[in-house]
T-cell receptor
């Protein structure tokens, strides 16, 4: 089954404690991306990757890091999480570029206290 | 500056009637538009898309209309069903900088409630 898998689904952490949210896709997609969803703000792009070792900033990259060492994986790293990073995070992938259908993961609900 | 705007946070429609969800954009570089549907506790799922070279695309009960001169697109759902109740996101993509550099910009979403 074609899917994008994020882990964990829910996470509560404390300010400053480094964390990683994993994302994996099984569709051999080149393009992957991370979004955060906040009330009243919709979905905002954090980072995207057009292929292995090729990443770029989205609209709200501050406080986040990503890496793309393999085609299937695109982890999101919060080196020093802060309460304003409390949000619902989605990973997405698409075959080539984002003007083709994107498949989204089920989301990761992160709370930073 | 919000480049993709969905000005109606919510919409209620009777079952069987038409639902019309609207979206406006400001960036003339956008050349592809998509609609995604999102249920609670799930990720968004692709619904329908349209290229800027077209003005209409239809897929079953769903039709998207694009008015480039007005920088406006709309999603029509006919007939509306209770299972269509969800948040609908309008999204746009286009080349922002450099060859092959595409980003997807989303609106804030419209919550559609279809009343049985």
């Amino acid at each position: 089954e074609a899917q994008v898998t994020q882990n964990p689904r829910y996470l509560i952490t404390v300010t400053g404690k480094k964390l990683t949210v994993t994302c994996s896709q099984n569709m051999n997609h080149e393009y992957m991306s991370w979004y955060r969803q906040d009330p009243g703000l919709g979905l905002r792009q954090i980072y995207y990757s057009m292929n292995v070792e090729v990443t770029d900033k989205g609209d709200v990259p501050e406080g986040y890091k990503v890496s793309r060492k393999e085609k299937r994986n695109f982890p999101l790293i919060l080196e020093s999480p802060s309460p304003n990073q409390t949000s619902l995070y989605f990973c997405a992938s698409s075959l080539v570029q984002m003007n083709t259908e994107a498949f989204f993961g089920q989301g990761t609900r992160l709370t930073v206290v | 500056d919000q480049q993709v705007k969905q000005n109606s946070p919510s919409l209620s429609v009777q079952e069987g009637r038409i639902s019309i969800l609207n979206c406006d954009y400001t960036n003339s570089m956008f050349d592809y538009f998509l609609w995604y549907k999102k249920y609670p506790a799930e990720g968004p799922t692709f619904l329908i898309s349209i290229s800027s070279i077209k003005d209409k695309n239809e897929d079953g009960r769903f039709t998207v209309f694009l008015n480039k001169s007005a920088k406006h697109l709309s999603l029509h759902i006919v007939p509306s069903q209770p299972g269509d109740s969800a948040v609908y996101f309008c999204a746009a993509s286009g080349q922002y900088s450099g060859a092959g550099s595409y980003q997807l910009t989303f609106g804030k979403g419209t919550k559609l409630s279809v009343i049985p």
